[in-house]
């Protein structure tokens, strides 16, 4: 515009050869001004981007510009494209685009023409080792997962105040402690397939327990029964599936003062957690860990370890006893003088249920001691003489004298469990009571009832100390 004013009014040129002119002289201004830039920033950039590289620039350039045909015919479209820009030497950008293009045509024939390379056999092995690689990565199976929608993920993110990881490495030192062996990591990830507030545990990639939360909601546990009813969603604790309410945070002081126990989702989680690694317990000890657990106790216990691995029991037998002891909930941590126990019984006999009894009763206070009632009393389920009778003729050595039916036809597995389900519904407490049973009918008297009740404790007379006193609650008949 200031060109077209200058001409007109100071000038006198008429108004079309004014336009024709200055329009002109503004294009060619603009281009000698941005031209050098354009220079400048695009030697700029090369010079960035070949920081990294230890080649010549020219091999460079010719290699990622001028080898490559798409980059060719992109530069001819360009310096064609310019012939329409008025004032510009058409013939000259019409030359630099044909050129451009046949060098494009060239370079793509010659491209075609040449055979493709062998891999040397350094890169083929470099191939298959990544290949192998991956698959690895596909097989490998993590011990313990924990899977959450995505609405959970803020229980993980510990930018956005999460507590679930810092409870979960808590829970894991704890266990560590109290079963008697390293826990191994959970790993946590999200998985959008399933519901935004569910959850799924699973053990070496078989799920072995799910439930769902209800968002900010609290889970309000009704420990005994008869406690005043609440507003909420009734629910079942997934831990030990007593009856359960999720309540707004705003009525937690309500729940609390009417008897409640009042927890948070990053408790339920921890717990359920917590009771699904105590119950798969006997799975994670691998014989790897209990390779571990024994290498360490041959620093302190050299002469016991000697006696035993290999020279009375193999690893494996003596880690079958192991996992038979987490199976029943017992804890190992005591190792030495477990091992010690299965040392001596086994210089007479390796069965399996001698090796199991013998190492109970070795660490029979730390066995009885979590079973204890508030006052300090073990309360025990006691055995009808006929039903234990019963019990010894099914397990007799002989064959001919084995009865596993009881007396009118019925099962003594089914008439276990059906005595026992108003016993222990009935009892109530702090503490559940435990079946006392004599060994070494014991130990099978706990693998009939393990699927039906998980945490019954089955003990017998020689596995509780003198001065333990019992307090009977019911005898099942």
Known sequence: MAGLLIGTLQQGIALGEAVRTYTILTVGDGLVTMIPSLLVSVAGGITLTRANSAGL???EIREQLLARPATLYLAAVVSAAMCLIPGLPKIAF???????????????????????????PAEKKKAELAHSADLTGLLRLEALTLEIGFQLIPLVDEKQGGQLLHKVRNLRRHLSAELGFLVPPVHISDNLRLKPREYV??????????????GT?????AGETGLRPL????????????????IPPGLEEQAMAAGYAVVDPVTVITTHLGELIRGHAAELLGRAEAKRL?????ESHPKLMEELVPKILTLGE??????????????????????????????????????????????SRRLVQPLLG?????????????????????????????RLTASGGVPIVRRLADSLKPLIASAGGAASPVLLCPSPARYHVRRWLEQIYPRLAVVSASEIPAEVRLRPVGTVS
């Not at 699973?202 to 209800?214: A, D, F, K, V």
């Not at 024994?294 to 041959?298: F, R, S, V």
């Open 201 to 214: 545990f699973s053990l070496r990639g078989i799920e072995i327990g799910r439930w769902q939360t209800e």
């Open 294 to 298: 024994m290498d360490t106790l041959n």
């Open 374 to 402: 508030p006052d300090g009393q073990l309360p025990v389920l006691l055995l009808s003489p006929e039903l234990e009778d019963e019990i010894l003729a099914a397990l007799t050595p002989d064959p001919a004298q084995r």
């Open 94 to 120: 019409l030359l630099v685009a044909g050129t451009l293009y046949f060098s494009a045509r060239r370079v793509a024939r010659s491209a075609a023409s040449v055979p493709t390379a062998e891999p040397t």
């Open 57 to 59: 620039l020219g091999g």
């Open 217 to 221: 909601q609290l889970l309000a546990v």
């Open 231 to 246: 507003p909420g969603k009734e629910a079942r604790e997934p831990a030990f599936g007593v009856p359960a309410i999720w």
């Open 318 to 363: 003596a880690g079958r006893v192991l996992e038979q002891l987490l199976r029943e909930r017992v804890s190992i941590r005591d190792l030495g003088s477990i091992l010690e126990a299965i040392l001596e019984t086994a210089q007479v006999s390796k069965n399996i249920v001698g090796l199991v009894e013998a190492a109970r009763q070795a660490v």
